[in-house]
């Protein structure tokens, strides 16, 4: 029980994504709010020159309103070298890069940075998860490094 309350306690206090809205589009007329399609950028907090682009529905209606309804898991990410490639500090091989809440309380979408390392590759997962149960529905890009730069790993 202790274990549920501290997993609760920490979605509910994690701390905000720094999104950028470049955009979106409506996909269902709602009198009080259309659902749409949505697309942020995500700059990675860890590496210089590496944005991130999510798609993500935001559901409208009377929910979508009150900021009450649980957002679909159906996520899309495709992230690209935008300049010159910097490493803040050494990268951890797996790591989330950001997160944000997706519902009221439960679910969590994540943006995982795998570093893999025989070809000097930063892999970019995103997922949603519940505190119960999640959803296999997932996304994956990848940005290659130039190998004159190796990225530098935590040991």
């Known amino acids: 029980m202790k274990a549920v309350l501290l997993m609760l306690a920490s979605v509910l206090w994690m701390s905000p994504s720094f999104a950028e ?6 996909t269902e007329w709602k009198l009080t ?19 991130c682009y999510v798609a993500k529905p935001e559901r409208g209606g009377i929910a979508g309103a009150f900021g009450v309804a649980e957002e679909l898991s159906d996520v899309s990410i495709a992230c690209r070298q935008v300049g010159p490639i910097k490493f803040r500090e050494p990268l951890p091989r797996q790591e989330d890069a950001f997160s944000e809440r997706r519902s009221i309380i439960f679910k969590v979408l994540h943006v995982v940075r795998i570093v893999d390392v025989s070809r000097n590759t930063l ?14 529905q997932n ?17």
């Not at 809205?21 to 409506?26: E, R």
């Not at 970019?124 to 296999?136: A, F, R």
């Open 21 to 26: 809205d470049i955009g979106s589009v409506n």
């Open 33 to 51: 709010g259309s659902h749409k399609l949505v697309v942020e950028a995500f700059d990675d907090p860890k590496v210089e020159g590496v944005a």
């Open 123 to 136: 892999v970019y997962l995103t997922y949603t998860d519940k505190v119960i149960s999640g959803s296999p």
């Open 139 to 155: 996304s994956v890009t990848a940005v290659t490094v130039d190998r004159a730069m190796p990225i530098p790993v935590k040991r």
